[in-house]
């Protein structure tokens, strides 16, 4: 009887043992899925040019696999935004909380402001932000990157603005500013010529 008592124990450990570590398991695949998400995200954002029409949009992110929830109606004013997230390892204490979001501002129909930013719970964050009237800039902040992005540039300055380390989402300790941004420095240079 005592025996059978220790065996039913022994099986519950290993039960709660393997229960958490699927949950472990499947947060770090969530962070992955959405480090995957993201990076599409990026592909298709880089090259999505300001004045894409509300349909091409949401039909360029869908056919990227990206899941986007496009409001009812999008006739006048309306906007898309996205977020790729490591909430469960977050929610789990297994990592700080990183986010890449981004934002799609359409009027009447057309793109008329995109911005990108990745960042996490410490005031470190990285963005790059697009519009009719932007002028390709670099400015950085204690805590920021803040990158412009004129709506015409089709540069080598555009794949390195959007060059985030999406190695931070998903990480298990927090990036420093730097990282959330590998290119900066280059960045910086080509715009002071």
Known sequence: MLMSRQNCWSRAALYVV????????????????????????????????????????????????????????CHHDCFLNLEFTNKWQYKLRLAPPVALVGTLDFKDEKLVYKTTILGGSNPYSAGVRESTTTLSAVRVHQYKIAIDLSPSDFTEYRRLAYSFNLKCLGSMRQCNIDEFLPTVNELERITSK
């Open 18 to 73: 393997l229960a958490a570590l699927l949950v472990v398991g499947l947060a770090f695949a969530h962070a992955l899925r959405a480090r995957l998400e993201a990076r599409r995200y990026l592909d298709v954002i880089t090259q999505m040019p300001i004045g894409t029409t509300y349909d091409l949009a949401v039909r360029q992110l869908g056919e990227a696999n990206i899941p986007v929830n496009p409001p009812i109606d």
